[in-house]
């Protein structure tokens, strides 16, 4: 298929052709994950790909300070906790940490898709990022506070967050 820039419409992208190796979406993305999940069953695995899909749309647009899409963050997470071999339930919360406080999903949609588990590790991780501190002392007290908290109700909230 040949493009030509004079087909193309003043300030509209050139359209560029398809990489022979990568799928039109960001799902070959996750494919960088999949060697570090072996240890888990192909069910799990299904439940991954999922949760990223789910967080992918949900933060279709959004951008990191590199400039490379917002996804790059939550799937970098979920391979630090593969390489951990940490639960599917605690990587599919990895992948969906920032879904609910960046992007309109709520977390009534990501303990239906995901169940309850998933939601309350989401709802965790997100309230460790909520209070903000006059110190920097304050805060980094506040925050080994909050750590310990949540690591008495389920230690994955904390690795979520230290991943």
Do not use: C
Not at 48 to 75: C, D, M, N, T, W
Not at 76 to 83: K, R, Y
Not at 104 to 133: C, H, M, N, Q, W
């Amino acid at each position: 298929m040949k493009f030509s820039i004079e087909a193309v419409p003043e300030n509209q992208p050139v359209p560029q052709p398809a990489h022979p190796h990568r799928a039109p979406t960001l799902t070959h993305e996750f494919d960088s994950l999949r060697p570090k999940l072996a240890y888990l069953t192909p069910d799990e695995i299904s439940t991954l790909e999922v949760a990223y899909e789910f967080s992918r749309s949900a933060h279709e647009g959004q951008f990191r300070k590199s400039g490379e899409p917002y996804i790059s963050h939550p799937l970098a997470v979920a391979g630090i906790l593969a390489e951990w071999h940490l639960d599917a339930q605690t990587l599919a919360a990895a992948l969906l940490h920032d879904v609910v406080e960046d992007t309109p999903a709520t977390a009534g949609e990501i303990e239906t898709r995901f169940g309850k588990a998933v939601a309350l590790l989401v709802d965790g991780v997100s309230k460790l990022d909520k209070l903000a501190f006059a110190s920097e002392q304050h805060a980094q007290a506040e925050n080994f506070r909050k750590m310990l908290l949540a690591m008495a109700q389920d230690v994955r909230v904390i690795l979520v967050k230290l991943a």
